[in-house]
């Protein structure tokens, strides 16, 4: 059975001693209930993919209680302060460029060069915020393709004792998920409509927005996050090897059998954890990216659990 406690000032104390820990607290925001983590802990996020049971890394949101904690993580610019200043806190999403000292796991943000943030306005999500003083990784709180929640009833059906307490916070009151708004790459761009409506930001920016259509293209990416190119390592990655070559760079899981020497060697998980491997893969795999390195050998992850997202993102990796 999952721990479900009301809000007060106890059980947040209790929430972000335990997400301080990486533990993982299902939270209410006005849009939805969120599943959070440490996101500077990518042992943490792993635990939050798992959690869901995503088959992918499609990345997750920062949330953080004011602006002010955004400026160590994002580069603001013009058309981010002002739909800050409008919307925030609210239910916006701001993809930002991530700075390049941001202490956020590289795995909250499935290797992007962005990252997308938000300020909830709900009073438990905002207490919570503070009291953690941590950016909090945190998808919808329920099972990977399931509704999202919008009551403590939802995410203990929905995930059972998979996040390690459960805050109520009472029903969502706007009910669907924030605006997610592209403000990494040229002109602004609605990535996913939510609670904030593009009239809302056509006023507010003076000017039309555009909304990103999935069916536009039969090859267009089915997820937003998907938008922007994912990291992709320069050189060649090789998946399901038995070892490296001399000239190659080697990427283990498990106990290492790769004897003979080559170029550069990294162990996603010496012990076999795939939440440890998955909190290592995209670090690894950019420290593994050398010119010098003839490719990237892996060795072969089984395809279970969270190994299901680590080889779908090594597949996107060796594809060029
Ligand atoms: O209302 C909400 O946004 C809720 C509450 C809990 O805050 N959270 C939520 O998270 O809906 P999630 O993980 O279910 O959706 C995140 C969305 C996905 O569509 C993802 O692709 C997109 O944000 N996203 C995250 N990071 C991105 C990035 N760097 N670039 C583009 N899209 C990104
Ligand atoms: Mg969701």
Redesign the pocket.
């Known amino acids: 059975m999952p721990t479900v406690v009301p809000v007060d000032d106890a059980s947040i104390a209790r929430a972000a001693a335990l997400l301080r820990e990486g533990k993982l607290v299902a939270f209410p ?1 006005e ?5 959070g983590g440490d996101a500077t802990n990518g042992q943490a996020v792993a635990a939050i993919y798992a959690a869901k049971g995503r088959p992918n890394f ?4 920062i ?1 953080v209680a004011d602006a002010v904690a955004l400026d160590n993580l994002i580069e603001w610019n013009d058309i981010a302060r002002l739909l800050a200043a409008s919307f925030w806190p609210g ?1 916006l ?1 701001l ?1 930002l460029p991530r700075r390049k000292d941001a202490a956020i796991s590289l795995l909250a ?2 290797g ?1 060069d ?3 943030v ?1 300020i ?1 306005s709900h009073p438990a999500a905002q207490k919570l915020l503070r009291a953690v003083g941590l950016p909090i990784a ?4 329920n099972a990977s393709g399931k509704l ?1 929640p919008t009551t403590p009833l939802h995410v203990a059906e929905s995930l059972g004792d998979k996040a390690d307490l459960i805050l109520a916070g009472g029903r969502s009151q706007i009910g ?3 605006t ?1 708004v ?1 403000l ?1 790459a040229g002109a602004p761009m609605i ?2 409509p ?2 904030i409506t593009r009239e809302q930001l056509e006023m507010v920016l003076g000017q039309k927005i555009a909304v990103f259509e999935a069916t536009a293209t039969p090859d267009a990416p089915a ?6 190119s994912h990291y992709a390592p320069n050189i060649p990655v090789r998946l399901n090897a038995e070892s490296a070559e001399p000239n190659e760079a080697w990427l283990a899981f498990g106990a290492d059998k790769q004897i003979r020497p080559c170029a550069a060697r990294l162990n996603l998980s010496p012990q076999g954890d795939l939440n440890e491997a998955a909190a290592n893969l995209f670090a690894m795999l950019r420290e593994l990216d050398k010119p010098a390195h003839a490719a990237i050998a892996v060795a072969p992850i089984p395809a279970i659990g969270l190994g299901v997202a680590i080889n779908d993102r090594l597949q996107r990796a060796a594809v060029r």
Do not use: F, K, Q
């Open positions: 925001t849009t939805v209930y969120g599943l499609n990345p997750l949101i949330h239910p999403t993809i943000s499935a992007l962005t990252l997308a938000r909830p945190a998808p919808s709180a999202s669907i998920e924030s997610v592209n990494a990535l996913r939510g609670g997820s937003p996050g998907m938008l922007a």
